[in-house]
């Protein structure tokens, strides 16, 4: 992790997803990457995240257009480039089950991993963030949503979270062999893994777990990625207040995924949800990456707005400090 906190904000290329899970360009790399070069431009944003939509012969066109055009790469999000021979419609974070309690699995997730590590470190990013994967067997994706819809805790979200804490256990378990997997590859590349805390109830890490993991891996290249939209929704639906994970593990932040939400509708542009920003934005004011990750359908003109709320709002933070001391 960075010794000085980056004040600077970076954009994540899911800003582009309609190009890339569009058909479109399907067959032509070149016209994609020109198109997701365009579309990040008209952020003016200079900083980038890439995350797991880009395929291999995407990234050979993208790549050697970045330096001319000003762009710098500070994190990944796993898995990338999307495995060769997927269709780019599966390509996605939870690909493959780096928690699954089947070896093959697991060992796919980690080798996937560690090549979007080597990217990482090729390409002199600092960070990778990591989706850890989830409980099997609970694949069902209602629960939660409908609770933060409702602003409560439903009964429907309290038994299948009933059902997680007995098949969990032996999951978290199966993580942490693949985060031993993963820190020691880490290391030499230079790059820290971001263990993002997720939205849905039967995926790991939980507020719980996570201070599990951190306590496991102390001093291993890993900590916190914060992403603001997931712990907000969690709140809403009756989990953990989204600044408890902040308070308790904030000292760890790798980095954040910074988005707005309202109810169980997040990856909004910063300003057109219902967070506290002015809070947020003094909190995570120490994360060493700050990453914009708004939904590529979204306004442009909001996009600006929200970005430049959050660089005030970042500055104030830091200034304030600054006299703290």
């Known amino acids: 992790m960075s010794a ?14 309609p190009l890339t899970t569009g058909t479109a360009f399907w067959d032509d790399p070149a016209g994609e990457a020109s198109a997701v070069l365009e579309a990040l431009e008209e952020t003016g944003l200079k900083t980038l995240e890439l995350e797991y939509r880009l395929t291999a012969p995407v990234l050979d066109h993208l790549l050697p257009e970045l330096g001319p055009r000003e762009f710098k790469v500070n994190s990944l999000h796993n898995f990338l480039p999307v495995p060769q021979g997927l269709p780019k419609d599966r390509a996605g974070g939870d690909l493959f089950n780096l928690a699954s309690r089947d070896k093959d699995e697991r060992s796919l997730a980690v080798e996937y991993t560690a090549k979007t590590l080597e990217l990482a470190s090729d390409l002199e990013a600092t960070a990778v963030v990591l989706h850890l994967g ?48 993963l820190a020691s590859r880490a290391g030499p590349l230079g ?60 000292h760890t932040l790798v980095g954040c995924h910074l988005h707005d939400a309202v109810g169980p509708d997040d990856h909004q542009a910063p300003g057109q949800g219902d967070m506290d920003w002015a809070e947020l934005c003094q909190a995570l004011a120490p994360a060493p990456l700050k990453v914009l990750e708004v939904a590529g359908d979204g306004d442009p003109g909001s996009f600006k707005e929200g970005a430049a709320m959050l660089a005030e709002l970042f500055a104030q933070a830091a200034e304030s400090k600054t006299e703290g001391d």
Do not use: C, I
């Open 134 to 181: 989830g409980v099997e067997g609970l694949p069902d994706k209602k629960p939660l949503p409908d609770a933060a819809r409702k602003g409560e805790m439903t009964p429907e979200l309290a038994a299948l979270l009933g059902q997680r804490a007995e098949l969990a256990p032996k999951h978290l378990d199966a993580v942490s062999f693949s985060l031993e997997r």
């Open 191 to 250: 790059v820290t893994l971001g263990l993002e805390n997720r939205y849905n109830a039967f995926q790991l890490p939980d507020f719980v777990e996570m201070g599990r993991l951190l306590a496991r891996f102390d001093g291993a290249p890993l900590g916190l990625w914060y992403d603001t939209g997931h712990a907000f929704v969690q709140a809403a639906a009756g989990l953990e207040p989204a600044m408890e994970w902040l308070s308790a593990y904030g």
């Open 4 to 17: 000085k906190p980056e004040q600077t904000l970076a954009v994540s290329t899911v800003w582009a997803k």
